[in-house]
T-cell receptor, first 113, second 113 residues
């Protein structure tokens, strides 16, 4: 199993551009989440999904959209990038039910100029 | 919503000494408390977790204690080694929504020779 994968590893955007961060898992996990990590602030939840077709907002959802059309994929869309969205983005997944352990992807480093 | 505070922000210990990192949480409904280790440039990785029906859990040199009354939980690392040097994050969530982790701001542990 590849586990949780993310692409790209690094991206530079100009203010106002849009892009999609990709996340995929091959563990048949029911739950998937997106976090952003900023210096001194830990990880903060952006959006999460409890299954295909079901998504909900986390702590910092503004400026981001998600969809979950398949169990495997959970892309994060930045509609109009802003410098405040410069961060490291981590996708995570967990099996569900009583299995609470979350597994993180390798991260995407995003720089918005 | 949940708020997790973590102390200290940095911790330096000599090899072989013990290290203790403390966290407090605000939501009494939280019942799942994982600890993650993150090495520089890498993804967070789960090292130990505890659920609210347990007061203490050990795994070799690592232990976590939970005081639900005081809403405190702590990570204890004994016989520290240089490879323990990393940033450690505590987190909390309500078990049924364990994808919605609220993280502390992290502790940078440095183990010196």
């Amino acid at each position: 199993n590849a586990g949780v994968t993310q692409t790209p590893k690094f991206q530079v955007l100009k203010t106002g551009q849009s892009m999609t961060l990709q996340c995929a898992q091959d563990m048949n996990h029911e739950y998937m989440s997106w976090y952003r990590q900023d210096p001194g602030m830990g990880l903060r939840l952006i959006h999460y999904s409890v299954g295909a077709g079901i998504t909900d907002q986390g702590e910092v959802p503004n400026g981001y959209n998600v969809s979950r059309s398949t169990t495997e994929d959970f892309p994060l869309r930045l509609l109009s990038a802003a410098p405040s969205q410069t961060s490291v983005y981590f996708c995570a997944s967990r099996l569900g039910g009583r299995q609470e352990t979350q597994y993180f992807g390798p991260g995407t480093r995003l720089l918005v100029l | 919503g949940e708020n997790v505070e973590q102390h200290p922000s940095t911790l330096s210990v000599q090899e072989g000494d013990s290290a203790v990192i403390k966290c407090t949480y605000s939501d009494s409904a939280s019942n799942y408390f994982p600890w993650y280790k993150q090495e520089l440039g890498k993804r967070p990785q789960l090292i130990i977790d505890i659920r609210s029906n347990v007061g203490e859990k050990k795994d070799q040199r690592i232990a976590v204690t939970l005081n639900k009354t005081a809403k405190h939980f702590s990570l204890h690392i004994t016989e520290t080694q240089p490879e323990d040097s990393a940033v450690y994050f505590c987190a909390a969530s309500i078990g049924s929504t364990a994808s919605k982790l609220t993280f502390g701001t992290g502790t940078r542990l440095q183990v010196t020779l």
